[in-house]
Structures are given as structure tokens and as C-alpha cells.
């Protein structure tokens, strides 16, 4: 089993930046990719970025392309999603998620953390 505890969402205001962390436990982290994903008020939860086991490869989608940056400290066992130039249609609750490989596809990770709210004001 593995548990994953997201932490650092709130209320920023467009063009803010917030950093999210997700923090493992109980397996070793290096035995799985992390993804972070999204779901808005009335809508079915979409991929947001992932980051392969060793942090050597990294996918995004092309909505936050240049604006939002995954990352993870594998020493550490967390999991990052560095979010800048913040819009309000970004909006959600973000949700990291523990894989055995790094995809857009949620059916393929095993365990999710409980979810943090940000909530970007315009």
C-alpha cells in the first residue's frame, strides 16, 4: 500500500503562482511514477502532468505547457507540481496519484492521494 498526502492548494489570484507537494508513504517511492490530476466544479477529472520513476522524463498536458512544472525528490519521496502564471479556468481540486508508469491515463495509477482545493480568483 501506498498512502499520498497532497498539501499547499488555496486561494491565489490570476497570473499567482502556488506550489503543490504530495508526500508518500509506505512503499518504496522510487517503485512508481507520479502523476497530479484535475477536477473542476461539474466536470469528470483530467490529466494534469506526470513524472517517470527516476524524473528523467516528464509529460504534460498542453493546457498547462510552459506554465506548470512536476517534479519529485525521490530522497524525500514527494512529489511537486510547481504552478505559475495561474488562470481560473485552472480551478479544481489537484490530486496526485502513485503508477507503475508515467501516463494521462488514470485507470493505470494504484493509489491517490485525497485531494487539495486551489482556487485561482480573477
Known amino acids: 500500500q501506498v498512502q499520498l498526502v497532497e498539501s499547499g492548494g488555496g486561494l491565489v489570484q490570476a497570473g499567482g503562482s502556488l506550489r503543490l507537494s504530495c508526500a508518500a508513504s509506505?512503499?518504496?517511492?522510487?517503485?512508481?511514477?507520479m502523476g497530479w490530476f484535475r477536477q473542476a466544479p461539474g466536470k469528470e477529472r483530467e490529466f494534469v502532468a506526470a513524472?517517470?520513476?527516476?524524473?528523467?522524463?516528464?509529460y504534460n498536458t498542453d493546457s498547462v505547457k510552459g506554465r506548470f512544472t512536476i517534479s519529485r525528490d525521490n530522497a524525500k519521496g514527494i512529489s511537486d507540481l510547481q504552478m505559475n502564471s495561474l488562470k481560473p479556468e485552472d480551478t479544481a481540486v489537484y490530486y496526485c496519484?502513485?503508477?507503475?508508469?508515467?501516463?494521462?491515463?488514470?485507470?493505470?495509477?494504484?493509489?491517490w492521494g485525497q485531494g487539495t482545493q486551489v482556487t485561482v480568483s480573477s
Open positions: 509506505g512503499r518504496p517511492f522510487t517503485s512508481y511514477a
Open positions: 513524472i517517470s520513476r527516476s524524473g528523467e522524463s516528464i
Open positions: 496519484a502513485a503508477g507503475v508508469v508515467h501516463s494521462a491515463v488514470q485507470y493505470t495509477y494504484a493509489y
